[in-house]
């Protein structure tokens, strides 16, 4: 089943001006040359909201779910908090039968907050004492080891069962990873063997760590496979039969158009193909499958919108164009190369186009994207539409010179509704205690 196929509706899904595999689904440019998200213009979006601002498409978000559900009918399907989150984005979440992946006690608050069952939220990286603390109390359904004192601490706190899942590194993909325990010189066994002696913890299953932005299916295969051998061995010395393999994430998205992107149909091929050689290999009952998407979900359902201050066009030809948003606001730590597609997003553009730098206003020098084309005749006041910023921009954006964090708004059928609203100067002074409150 193919996006489009479960979003029928979609009027505008062949707009030659937007590539599909970029945008959110239900953007398309209006007769007036704006771009509209969820049947609402770009501009209204920034008169209402200011700028910069992050949009996101829910039924994108919500369709892209479905999608996964579809295709991988077998396995379940959690989302990976960490790309997206607020309360609504949550319950958007559960409300088409996901889990929620949690990294931190706040993503644990919200999730929480959105009435997501304790049972389906799995906390998952490196976590503090309180945080532990926290996620045992509430009564996730599992909690994901990645470190040994992680094990301590959880043997330490706990006094009623406790579902785990121990972080393991395969022998593909990025071996060189920050979480978890490799296979390589026998980490992964020695962590397995210490949760197990641990009598509050119950070892139902393996995470597996492959990396991020991963485009080859085939990976997962192989991964699965190492997963499965380590699996048997857990039963064959210890007598404990696992039953939950985590896949993780880091399915691949593309951001500037031709970027490669992970298909999901072939990553359940992959995943049938794996599991039953495998589990025939090592006369191993089928574990249940558990995909952690998240990139993949939130990041084409949002875009940033941001105005246009200042245009300098150099003698030599070459133009900057500097916006109201900045290095915060898109932050590289996930595209460290600056590379975002964007589109003037608030009129007709006209025949001439030309090559520009976009800037950020926060006087650090840094890139929003370079060699974008924009019009000719690209002006301040003019809005741009930066596309896929829907996952690890609004999660991570960093406060810079004092500038308030952008709100986050959600389109859907005709409307838009704040799920997040704009950091203020009051906000950012109510930490200072300094302050007199005046």
Not at 297 to 317: D, F, S
């Amino acid at each position: 089943m193919t996006l489009f196929e479960l979003l029928p509706s979609l009027r505008h899904g062949q707009n030659p001006h937007l590539d599909r595999a970029i945008w959110p689904l239900s953007a398309y440019v209006d007769d007036l040359g704006r771009i509209c998200v969820g049947d609402v213009a770009a501009d209204d979006l920034a008169a209402e909201f200011g700028t910069p601002t992050y949009v996101v498409d829910e039924e994108d978000f919500r369709a892209r779910i479905r999608c996964y559900r579809a295709t991988l009918p077998d396995a379940e399907l959690v989302y990976a908090a960490k790309a997206l989150l607020s309360v609504d984005v949550a319950r958007w979440a559960a409300d088409e039968g996901a889990g929620v992946n949690v990294a931190s006690a706040g993503e644990l608050a919200t999730a929480l907050a959105a009435d997501v069952p304790p049972s389906q939220i799995i906390l998952d990286g490196v976590i503090t004492a309180a945080e532990l603390c926290d996620a045992v109390a509430a009564g996730v359904g599992r909690i994901v080891v990645d470190t040994p004192s992680e094990v301590s601490l959880l043997a330490c706190r706990v006094r009623q069962r406790q579902r785990v899942l121990v972080g393991v590194i395969p022998d593909v993909g990025a071996v060189d990873q920050k979480f978890g325990f490799a296979l390589a010189g026998g980490q992964a066994a020695g962590a397995l063997r210490r949760v197990l002696d641990q009598p509050w913890l119950d070892l139902v299953g393996l995470h597996c760590r492959l990396g991020s932005q991963l485009t080859d299916a085939s990976l997962y295969g192989e991964a699965i496979r190492q997963m499965i051998g380590v699996m048997a061995e857990v039963r064959d010395r210890h007598q404990v039969v696992l039953t939950e393999l985590n896949l993780g994430g880091g399915h691949a998205v593309p951001y500037l158009s031709g970027d490669p992107e992970l298909n999901v149909r072939a990553l359940g091929t992959a995943i049938d193909g794996a599991l039953e050689s495998a589990c025939a290999q090592h006369e191993f009952p089928r574990p249940r499958i558990v995909i952690e998407p998240g990139r993949a979900i939130a990041a084409r359902a949002g875009m940033m919108l941001c105005r246009v201050i200042a245009v300098k066009r150099q003698p030599g030809g070459h133009t900057f164009v500097a916006v109201d948003g900045g290095s915060s606001d898109v932050p590289g730590v996930e595209r460290p190369d600056a590379k975002y597609t964007m589109a003037l997003a608030n009129r007709h553009r006209p025949t001439a186009a030309a090559p520009v730098t976009v800037v950020g206003r926060h006087g650090d020098g840094s890139e929003l994207a370079r060699d974008v084309e924009l019009p000719a005749d690209v002006r301040p006041g003019d809005l741009l539409a930066v596309a896929c910023t829907g996952a690890y921009q609004h999660s991570m954006v960093p406060r810079h010179c004092m500038v308030g964090r952008p709100p986050l708004v959600a389109v859907s059928g005709g409307r838009s509704r704040e799920l997040v609203r704009r950091e203020t100067v009051a906000d950012l002074l109510a930490r200072d205690r300094g302050w007199n409150g005046q």
